[in-house]
T-cell receptor
């Protein structure tokens, strides 16, 4: 069964702590993406990666970090430098030709108090 | 810089009625995507529109793309309650020759279909 998995589904942290969100795909997609969604808003791009060991900042990268050591995995770390980390985080992946259609994982809801 | 605007942002419809959601974008975007999101859930891909004049239909939903007008529409025919969700359109900055990495999303249209 091909797809994208994200874990955990819900995550609670205290302010000042770093936290890492997992994203794994077995679709053999080259590109992976992290988006943030705030209530009543669209998605905003945090980071994306088109190839292993390479990634680019999106529109709101400050306070976040990523790694891409394997094609299947693209973890996101929310650092203590992120001022408003509470949000719904969505990971996506795509091929890099034809439609470039992005497929989304189920999301992680992060609450920081 | 690509900007994507959807309207309306909220739409309350009666079952059986027709309506259209509009998606305007500011600069070149040769690809346009429509997604559906149910409350608390992830995004589900509905349509990918790749060229000017493209029209795609699935059930009661039909999407079209006019790249010259920088406009995509999502038309709902004879709405049913199961269509209640938030619908997002997204464009790709720069088209094929630009950065393929990111999508720019509209704020979404929250559709509520009432009996």
């Amino acid at each position: 069964d091909g797809g994208i998995t994200q874990s955990p589904k819900y995550l609670f942290r205290k302010e000042g702590q770093n936290v890492t969100l997992s994203c794994e795909q077995n679709l053999n997609h080259d590109a992976m993406y992290w988006y943030r969604q705030d209530p009543g808003q669209g998605l905003r791009l945090i980071y994306y990666s088109q190839i292993v060991n390479d990634f680019q900042k999106g529109d709101i990268a400050e306070g976040y970090s990523v790694s891409r050591e394997k094609k299947e995995s693209f973890p996101l770390t929310v650092t203590s430098a992120q001022k408003n980390p509470t949000a719904f985080y969505l990971c996506a992946s795509s091929i890099l030709h034809n439609s470039y259609e992005q497929y989304f994982g189920p999301g992680t809801r992060l609450t920081v108090t | 810089e690509l900007k994507v605007e959807q309207n309306p942002l909220f739409l309350s419809m009666q079952e059986g009625k027709n309506y259209t959601i509009y998606c305007n974008y500011s600069t070149t975007s040769d690809r346009l995507y429509w997604y559906r999101q149910d409350p608390g859930k992830s995004l589900e891909s509905l349509f990918v529109l790749l060229s000017n004049g493209a029209v795609k239909q699935e059930g009661r939903l039909m999407a079209s793309l006019d790249t010259k007008a920088r406009l995509s529409t999502l038309h709902i025919t004879a709405a049913v309650h199961d269509l209640s969700a938030t619908y997002f359109c997204a464009g790709a900055p720069g088209g094929y020759g630009g950065s393929q990495g990111n999508l720019i999303f509209g704020k979404g249209t929250k559709l509520s279909v009432k009996p």
